[in-house]
């Protein structure tokens, strides 16, 4: 049995083109390796922001 906190789902996000043009500049720059490394990690900031704790730091900081 696959345990909750492994299980991963899809999310589809409409964005502005100024977003796009921040996340074309952030991955052009080579500050991250794709979008989706990027958005994880401006997620996790919003998380750390808030007091959520959403993931185990172990490994997670690995993905930026």
Avoid: C, N, W
Wanted: proline content about 2%; aromatic content about 10%; glycine content about 4%.
């Amino acid at each position: 049995m696959v345990s909750d906190k492994l299980v991963k789902r899809r999310f589809s996000v409409t964005l502005t083109p100024a977003y796009i043009e921040a996340l074309d500049k952030l991955v052009a720059d080579g500050l991250y390796l794709d979008y989706q490394v990027a958005i994880r990690a401006a997620l996790r900031l919003q998380f750390k922001f808030h007091g959520i704790e959403a993931f185990s730091d172990k490994g997670a900081e690995l993905e930026t």
